[in-house]
C-alpha cells in the first residue's frame, strides 16, 4: 500500500490515506517521490479559492522522482536520455492535448483538456496516485519526463519550484532585450527567479522592489540595486528613486511577482515610455486596479499577461538548472523538510511564510 | 505674402494671418497646400488639452502639397522618386533625431528631440510656415517626403487623414495573425482604417463596435458583423453576444479606437484567453479604468499601447493607397471642404462630430 | 470489406486490395472518403525516392471524409464543433508528440515521433486503412479533426491540396511584413497558393516568375506581374527585370516554390538588400547550388526553410477556405477527378504533369 | 596642426600629413584622439579591396577620445549625458538618414546615404579630419555620441573594436533562445565576442571551432568546449563530434564568424533541424559555396546574414563594457600599442595576424 495525503474539504488538514500500489501501463512510469515542494497555489487551493480543483485530490506539482517500474516500452526519457529503475526524474507540469481551439490558436497553457498533475485527477478512482504528496506517484504515457543529471542536487532543483519554468515562460513572453534594465516586483520564489532569468538573457541592471527583509536574499541572488517598500512608503519619492536607479527615464521591463493589485499601476508609473509590464503573480482575485487608458497609449506601454507554462519550459529549467545550479544561491532557498505524515505542519510553514521553500521529503530527508 | 492661420490662445478663433514668403534652404522643399485635414488632435490642442504645442503656431498636420520652388541639391524625394516643381507631394507628420535615448531603445515615436509638423515649431519666427493650415508650407531637409503617384486623387489620401499611418503603426505593435478574429471598439476615421488594416493583414473576421449611426459605413469598409453598443446597451449580453460572434471563446484581437475609458474594461471581457487588446484611442486623459490584474495573468492577456507613428507609417501609407484606394469607400470619407479663410467654421463642424473628414482647400475646392 | 489502393513496390503500379472494416475504438473516427488527392510527394513515394515511407502502406494526406462512425465519447471535432455519423470532416496530416526534443525545441514539424496519415503507418496490421486512397479511413483518437462548413464544397477545398497549410506555415516563418513586394518562383499548386497568401498578409505587390502557361492563372490567381522564364531567358536580364518590377531595389520577399535547385541563387540575386528568401519547394535532393556567403553578410539577406505543417495550419487553411473560396478561382484548379480503381491513371496524370489538381472520388465524382 | 595618416593608394603605406585644426560649428565636437583600433577591414580596405571607400581617406573607426572643444549648444551626448571639455567619449561608426528606402525598409544598416566615420569621407576637404588615424577628429553634429564612464578602461573598451557592436547587432538578427546550444565558428575578435553574446543571452553551451592556437582564448573568455579544425580534420569526423557536443543533435545556432567560404556548408551540417546559421563573417568575397536547398527545406534551416551596426548597438556596447569588462578577459586581447607615426607597422602586425588587437594611441601608450 501506498501512503498519500488527500485534500476532500477546503481549510480542513489533508488526510493521510492508503492506496493500493499499481502496475504501470504501457508508456507509464511509477515512481518513488523523494522531493514535493509545496507551492503558493496549493495553499490557495486548500484555502477553498481555486474551484476548478476536484476533491478528493492528491495534491504535490513540484516533485522529484525515483523511478520504481517503467511500464511496457519505456526505455527512455521524453527526450531520448536512456532511463531504467533506480534513475532520478523530474516531470513537466502540464499535459496538453496539442488539439483543442486554445492549441490550435498557440495559447497552449490555456489548452482545455489541459491536466495539471496533482491538481487535475480526483483520487477516487485508479490509479489514484497522481500528485506529489504521496510516496509513489503514477505518471501516465503522456507526462513528459525528464532524467536527472547526477550531478544535479535534488534540493537544488526544488528549491525553485515551479516558480522556475514559470518565470521561463514570462520571460519568454514579455521578452527581455539586451541590455534592458528590469525592475523585479515582488521577490518571494517567483521574483527571486524572475530576477535570475533577467540576468540570465543579458538584462544590464536589475532593481528589486520588496519589503527590507526579504531584500537581503534579492540582492544575493544577483539584483544591482534594491528598493525597500517600506523606509519608502511615500509611492511617488519610491517611483521617482526608481526611475533615477535606472538612469532617469524607468525601466525598459518591469516584471510584477507580487500578487498584489497595487503593484500593477506603480509599474505603470515606473516604466519607461515604450516598455513592458509583465504581470505574472496575480494568481488570485483581489479585484481591479485602476489604470489609466491614456498613460497606456501615449507612452506607448504594453503590459502582457502569462500564466502557468507548458513542458518546454520545464525542460528549459532542468538544463539550466543542471548547468547553473551553482551560480546562484538556490541552496538556501530550501529552508524546511517534512517527512509525509507532517505535511499538515508543512502547509502551516508555507501559510505564515515562514519559509522560503518548504519541501515534504516522504522517503527521508535530502542532504544539500 | 503668404496667409496662414495661427493658433493664439486656447478656445479662441484662429487668427489669419500673412507671413513672407521663404526662400528654401539646400535641402529643403517649398509647396502650396492643397489639401489640409483637420484631425481630432487639433481640436484638443485648440481646446487647451495638449499642453506641449507652443503657441503661436500653424497647426496642421495632415497635408498634401504642390512642389512651388526646390531647394539647392534637392533632385528627389526621400526614397528616391525623381520630383521637380509641380509635382504633388505629401511628407511625414514626424521628424526623428535618431540618436536620443528613445531612438536608441527602439522607441522612436517618444524621440526626444521629435519634431511634429503642425504641431511643434512656433510661428514667430522664421521660415514661420511650419503647419498645414496655410497656403504655402516651408518643408525642412530633415523632413521625409514622397512624391505621389498621379493615380491617386488628392482626397483619397486625404480622407483617412493621419489616422492611417497611425493605425499601420498600431497594426505592427499588437500584430494581427492570419486567420485571427479582430474586435473594432468605435469606427471614427482611426476604427475604420483599423477595419481595412485587420483585414489586409489576413483577419478572418472582424466585428465592429459602435452606435448605428456609424455602424453603416463600418460594414461598408469591411466589417463582418456590427453590434449597436445602443440597441446591445446591456453591458454583459453585449459581451456575451461579441463572443458568440466570433466564435465562443471571444476575438483574438480588440482594436479599441474609442477614447473612452470604458472600452478598455470591456475589451478584456470580450477577448479570448491569450487574446491581445491594443490600446489606441487614449490620446487624451479621462482619468483611469477598473482593470484587474488577476484576469491579465490567468486568462494571459498582453494590453498593447500604441503612440503615432515613425515616416515609414507614412511610406507604407502612401504606397498602399496609391494601390488600393478604390478597394475601400475612401471618397466617401470627405465630408467637407472649406476655403482658409473659413477654417474656422471647418473647426466647428469637427468639433461637433457633424462631419467624418473636414479639408481645408486653400487652393481652391478639390474633386474626388 | 473495404476497398483501398496499396503501395508495395516503387515504381509499379498500387494494388487493389480489401481489407475488414474495423470498430472505431475510444475517442477514434471511422469515414467514408469522398475526396483524395494526389500530391507531389505521392508521386515522389512511388518513385522510390522517399526511404521513409514503409511499406505496404495506403497512401493518400489530402482527403475529406463522411463520418460513417463515431468511436465512444466523440461527440465534438477537435476544435469543439458538435459532430454526428454524417457530418463532412477533414483532418491534419501529421499527429505530433509534444514531448520529444524537437517538441521541446518548438520545431515541431520535425517531431521524431510525427505520424504523417497516408505516409507512415503500413497498412499490414489492424486497422490497416490509415490513408486516403481507400473507401474508408480509420482516424485514430490522436488525429486532429475539423467539421466542414456546409457551405465550403469539396472540390474547393481539394483544389489547393495540402499546399494551402504548407503554405501557410511557410508565410508564418518568412514573414510577410505589410507593404512587402513579393516574387514567388514557380506557380503550381504551392507558388498559387504562396501567392494568395502574399496577399492575404497585406503584400502590395506580387511578381509570379513561371514559364507563360501557367503564369497565366498565377495571374487570375492574383499576381500583380508575371514574368515568363522561357522569353526572359537570359539570367541576368531576368534579374533586372523583376527588380525593376520591385521598384528598383527588388522585392523584400522572395518564394521559392520550384523544386528547381537553380532557383535559389536567382533569389539572392533579386531579392533587395535585407530581404528574405523563402526555400519551400525543394522537397527532394536535386544536389548544391553556389550560393555566395559574401552576399549573404554584406546585403544581410535571410534564406528560411520551411518544412510541411502542424495542425494549426490545417486549421487556418480550413477557415480561410470557408471564408473565402470564392475570392479566388479555386473551383477551376480541380482538373481531373477519377474513381478508385482508376487510381493508377489518375497517378500518371499527375506524374506527366497534365493537370493541375487531380482527386480519387471513391464514392463517386464531385461537382463543384 | 594635426597629424593624421593618409590612405591614398592600395598597397603603399599611408602617407603621414598635417591638416589645420578645424572649428567645431554649432552641434559639432572636436576630439583627441586617445585609442585608434585596427580593424579587418582597414586591412581590406588598405589591400584595394573595398572599391566603395573613397581616397585619400583617414581611416580608423575605432577610436576613443577626449573632448577638446564643444561646438555651441552642445551640452549632452546623444543620448543626454553631461559633457564637457576633458571627457572621455566613443561614438558610433555608422550616420544613418533615416528616410531614405532602406531605412523606410528598417534595414538601416544599408541606408543609402550611410556615412561612416574612417571609411566615408575623403580628407581633402575640410573639415578633414574624419577618421581615427589622426592626432585629432572631427564629429559632426550628425555623429552618435557617448560619454564614457570613468570606471571603464580605453583598453577594455577597444580591445573588441567595432566587433563588439557588429556581434551585437547580428545576435539580435539570428536570436539567441534561452537555453540554446550555440557553436561558434572562427574566434577572431568576431568570433571571441560572439561567444560572450551567446553566453550573455542564455545560451547553455558554446562550443568554438578554430584552430589550437586560438581556442585557448576562446575558452577562457567562455567557451564551454572546444573543436580543434587541424586534430579534428576530418569533415565528417568533426560534424559527428560537434553534434554529439551539442546533444546529438546538434546545436540550436552556429554563428560563422570566419570568413572562410567552407564554414557556410559546414554550419549546414552541424546545426540541428530547425536550427538558425548566421553569416556573419564574409566581408571579403571569396565566391560561392555548395548549399543543398533540399536540406533547407527538408530540415527547416535558417541562414541568416547580418552586416554591420546602427547607432543602437553601440550604446549597447559601451553599456555592456561599463558593467561587465571584468567579468571576461577583455584586457588581455590588446596585444600591441603603436605611436601614430608608426601606424605603418601596426598595420603589417595586423595584416600578418601577429596580434589580437592592435591599436594607434596618438597621445601615447594607455595603460590596462
Redesign the interface.
Known amino acids: 500500500m501506498v501512503l498519500a495525503a488527500v485534500f476532500n474539504t477546503p481549510n480542513e488538514p489533508l488526510e493521510l490515506k492508503e492506496f493500493p500500489k499499481p502496475e504501470p501501463e504501457e508508456g507509464a512510469i511509477f515512481a518513488k517521490i523523494i522531493s514535493a515542494g509545496i507551492c503558493g497555489t496549493d495553499i490557495h487551493v486548500i484555502s477553498g479559492k481555486v474551484p476548478w480543483v476536484p476533491t478528493p485530490i492528491i495534491l504535490g506539482h513540484e516533485s522529484v522522482g525515483i523511478i520504481e517500474k517503467l511500464g511496457d516500452k519505456v526505455t527512455t526519457d ?3 536520455n536512456i532511463i531504467k529503475e533506480g534513475d532520478r526524474i523530474y516531470w513537466a507540469l502540464g499535459i ?1 492535448c ?10 497552449r ?2 489548452c ?1 483538456n489541459r491536466k495539471a498533475i496533482g491538481l487535475s485527477t480526483p483520487s477516487d478512482k485508479p490509479p489514484h496516485l497522481q500528485g506529489g504528496f504521496a510516496e509513489y506517484i503514477y505518471l501516465s504515457p503522456q507526462v ?1 519526463t525528464f532524467k536527472l543529471p547526477d550531478s544535479l542536487p535534488t534540493t537544488a532543483l526544488s528549491s525553485v519550484g515551479c516558480a522556475g519554468p514559470t518565470v ?1 515562460a514570462a ?3 514579455v521578452r527581455i532585450d ?2 534592458d534594465v528590469v525592475a523585479v516586483q515582488g521577490t518571494g520564489p517567483v521574483g527571486s527567479f524572475a530576477i535570475v ?1 533577467a540576468k ?3 538584462a ?2 536589475v532593481i528589486a522592489i520588496d519589503s527590507a527583509e526579504r531584500l537581503h536574499f534579492a540582492k544575493k541572488i544577483g539584483a544591482d540595486d534594491v528598493v525597500d517598500i517600506k523606509s519608502q512608503s511615500d509611492q511617488k519619492e519610491r517611483v521617482k528613486k526608481i526611475k533615477e536607479l535606472a538612469g ?2 524607468g525601466p ?1 521591463v518591469i516584471m ?1 511577482c507580487t500578487g498584489n ?1 497595487k ?3 506603480e509599474a505603470i508609473d515606473i516604466v ?3 516598455g513592458r509590464v509583465l ?29 502557468s507554462k507548458i ?2 519550459h520545464e ?2 529549467f532542468v ?2 538548472m543542471a ?1 547553473k545550479w551553482k551560480s546562484y544561491p538556490f541552496n538556501e532557498m530550501v529552508t524546511h523538510q517534512f517527512p509525509l505524515k507532517e505535511i499538515n505542519q508543512a502547509i502551516d510553514i508555507v501559510k505564515n511564510r515562514q519559509g522560503m521553500k518548504v519541501l515534504v521529503t516522504p522517503s527521508g530527508p535530502l542532504s544539500k
Open positions: 521524453s527526450v531520448g496538453i496539442g488539439r483543442c481551439f486554445y492549441c490550435m490558436k498557440g495559447t497553457t490555456r482545455l513528459t521561463i520571460v519568454e513572453n539586451f541590455d532569468m540570465e538573457r543579458g544590464r541592471h532617469g527615464h525598459d510584477d493589485p503593484a500593477l499601476p519607461r515610455d515604450g504581470e505574472l503573480g496575480a494568481y488570485a482575485d483581489y479585484g481591479p486596479s485602476p489604470i489609466n487608458p491614456y498613460f497606456i497609449t501615449s507612452r506607448q506601454i504594453s503590459i502582457i499577461g502569462s500564466y513542458p518546454r525542460y528549459e538544463n539550466f548547468k
